[in-house]
C-alpha cells in the first residue's frame, strides 16, 4: 500500500502511485537477476532489490517518463550495490566455512532463503562465471553486466552508472581483463566453454 505523502509527491508530478506500482511488478525479474549477478547470493540479491526500490519509491517523484524506467532503476540499484559493498569493507566477517579459531569445527547453518529458482539461477551462470564475476571490482562488474548481460548501450551505461562514455567504456574494457584473468586456469588457457563466450 502506498503512503499518502509518497501519493502526494507523486501527484505534484503528474505520475499516478499506480504507474509506480505497474512499473514495479513489469521490473522485477529483470532488478531481481540483475542483483544475482552483481551480488552472487540469493539473500544479498533479495536485500539489494529491496533497497532498490525502497530508493526508488521514495525518489519517484524525481522520475522522468520520457526515460525508461529500467535504466532509472538500475542506476539507484548501482548505487545501492557500491554503497553495500563500501559499508561491508568496514565490517569483520567471519567465514563459517572455516574452523572457529577455539579450533572447534565450522558452524553449520540451515539456509532458510532457499528457493526452487536457485539451482537453475547459479547453472545458468556457471560457478565458474559467477565465481569471477564475485572476485571483479565492483564498478567494473556493473559496467560489464549491463553491457554484456543486459545489452545495454555505452551511453545508456554511462546514464545509469552516472558517468561518462568514456569511463564507461574504460570500465568495460578492464572489467572483462578483469574476467578473462580469473578465469584463466592454471596451466593459462580458458576452459573451453568460457572461451568461446569470451
Do not use: C
Not at 34 to 40: E, I, S
Not at 56 to 75: G, M, Q, V
Not at 94 to 111: K, R
Request: neutral net charge.
Amino acid at each position: 500500500m502506498l503512503s499518502a505523502l509518497f501519493k502526494q509527491k507523486v501527484a505534484e508530478t503528474g505520475h499516478s502511485p499506480e504507474l509506480f506500482q505497474e512499473l514495479l511488478e513489469r521490473s522485477y525479474k529483470q532488478a531481481f537477476n540483475l542483483a544475482m549477478r552483481l551480488t552472487g547470493n540469493h539473500t544479498e540479491a533479495e536485500d539489494l532489490v529491496q533497497e532498490t526500490y525502497i530508493r526508488a519509491y521514495r525518489f519517484f517523484h524525481r522520475y522522468d517518463t520520457s526515460l525508461p524506467f529500467t535504466n532509472w532503476l538500475y542506476r539507484i540499484m548501482g548505487n545501492a550495490h557500491i554503497d553495500s559493498v563500501r559499508r561491508r569493507g568496514r565490517l569483520k566477517t567471519t567465514s563459517l566455512d572455516q574452523p572457529n579459531p577455539n579450533g572447534t569445527a565450522p558452524l553449520d547453518v540451515v539456509d532458510s532463503h532457499s528457493s526452487p529458482d536457485r539451482p537453475m539461477l547459479e547453472d545458468m551462470m556457471g560457478e565458474k562465471v559467477q565465481g569471477a564475476l564475485m572476485n571483479m571490482t565492483a564498478d567494473f562488474r556493473t559496467a560489464v553486466l549491463l553491457a554484456d548481460v543486459e545489452g545495454m548501450a555505452y551511453e545508456e551505461i554511462a546514464e545509469v552508472m552516472g558517468t561518462s562514455v568514456g569511463t564507461v567504456r574504460s570500465r568495460i574494457h578492464r572489467g572483462r581483463k578483469q574476467l578473462r584473468a580469473s578465469l584463466v586456469g592454471k596451466n593459462g588457457t580458458f576452459d573451453r566453454g568460457i572461451n568461446d563466450d569470451l
